[in-house]
Each structure stands twice: as structure tokens, then as C-alpha cells.
């Protein structure tokens, strides 16, 4: 499997702004769908985002659609998610995942289909 890797979590305030990258290896970048997900404690894992193999279509949950941007470098193996506008209810663990399994639109938002997963990264925003 692929094996992915976040990076930029950190502590910030309310209305600010922060941009995760997720690191691929393992497998070919170009032909799989990446999507982010996040998880606070004592709830269920949510989907945010997600992107086509080759970059060309975007999709979003509506709780982020307008503040929350995703977004691939086929060339660098790598998978980011910039976030804008940054609540006190966004605070969780932020996952990149690889979906090889994308047949329809719907999948991109099913983690099912999601079968590599990185170890997430925190963010914390405070009010």
C-alpha cells in the first residue's frame, strides 16, 4: 500500500489559517483519489475533501465547502489541504488517506474506499 505521511498541524486561532500537506510513497501518486478526513474526540471520523487522480475534479463536505481548499502535486507525491477561516469546532486530528477504489462519484466520500491511511496530524484552534 501507499504510505502516507501529514505534516502541519499546530495550535491556532480562531478566523486564522493553516495548510496541511500529506506525503505519498509507496505507489503510484498519479492513480489514486486522495482525501482528507478528520476525527475530534468522542466523535466519528468526518470527511472534508477529496481529489481526483489527476487533480482535475474537487469535492467537499459542506461543514468546510468555501473555507477549506484541497488540492495535489503529482510531481512532488504530495496532497494539501488549506484551511481558512478556522473555527473552534474544526479542532481534531486531520487524516490524509489514498482511494484506489473510486468506480463513482460517491466514492469519494466513503472511507471504505479509503485502504492507506497516515497517522494524522493535530490541529487545535482556540477561540
Known amino acids: 500500500q501507499v504510505q502516507l505521511v501529514e505534516s502541519g498541524g499546530s495550535l491556532v486561532q480562531a478566523g486564522g489559517s493553516l495548510r496541511l500537506s500529506c506525503a505519498a510513497s509507496g505507489r503510484t501518486f498519479s492513480s489514486l483519489a486522495m482525501g482528507w478526513f478528520r476525527q475530534a474526540p468522542g466523535k466519528e471520523r468526518e470527511f472534508l475533501a477529496a481529489?481526483?487522480?489527476?487533480?482535475?475534479?474537487?469535492y467537499y463536505a459542506d461543514s468546510v465547502q468555501g473555507r477549506f481548499t484541497i488540492s495535489r502535486d503529482n510531481a512532488k507525491n504530495t496532497v494539501n489541504l488549506q484551511m481558512n477561516s478556522l473555527k473552534p469546532e474544526d479542532t481534531a486530528v486531520y487524516y490524509c488517506a489514498a482511494n484506489g477504489n473510486v468506480y463513482a462519484v460517491g466514492h469519494y466520500r466513503d472511507p471504505v474506499r479509503y485502504d492507506s491511511w497516515g497517522q494524522g496530524t493535530q490541529v487545535t484552534v482556540s477561540s
Open positions: 481529489i481526483s487522480r489527476s487533480g482535475s475534479f474537487t
